[in-house]
């Protein structure tokens, strides 16, 4: 990879605004924005005609890790409030579904994260980090989903026969009247 003053070069490719709006919601389109913004005003520095001082990078640098933390715990927060709003959803169904959407939703954020370039060490940690975190809640919010799909099955079957009993029971009801006369 080729260096231009400390920043690497070709490195900042962006996500289309467009594919972010469709899959996430306002608050996280927010704070990608802010992501994008930040990273945006870094390669921004490697395009002057001045070489950027070494406290304008750093500044910028520290810019980009503060949007990606706040965004970070954004997305945490936002899986341990799923978990306890989906607790008390009376339909398993709609429990899987929001969680079907929640799991794509985290998907897209760490594809996201993925594809952040190497900056410098400290960032790059981060980024790690906040990948592994993402990662994590990708997979839970996928055994949320399969764990309510499986329950919402569960509860259709016994649906189904719940209601072949019934069927059951008049047919046996109407035989037994019929034999009595």
Known sequence: MRYDRGIPRNSF????????RASVSRDQMTALDEIQEAS?????????????SREEVLEALEKLREK???FIIKVSQLYDSAILLSS????????????????ENFSFVLEVLERQPKLEPGLDQLIEDSRNVVRNIVEKADQKYRSYAEIAETQ??????????????AILDAEEA????
């Not at 259709?156 to 029971?169: H, S, T």
């Not at 019929?178 to 006369?181: L, M, N, S, T, V």
């Open 68 to 70: 990606i933390s706040a």
């Open 88 to 103: 008390y959803f009376k339909s398993a169904a709609l429990a899987a579904e929001v969680w079907k959407d929640l799991h």
């Open 40 to 52: 945006r005003e870094l390669a921004a520095l490697s395009r002057q005609q001045r070489p950027p």
């Open 13 to 20: 490719r962006l996500v289309p605004p467009s594919l972010i």
């Open 156 to 169: 259709a079957d016994l649906a189904d026969c719940d209601a072949i009993a019934r069927e059951g029971f």
């Open 178 to 181: 019929r034999i009595e006369r």
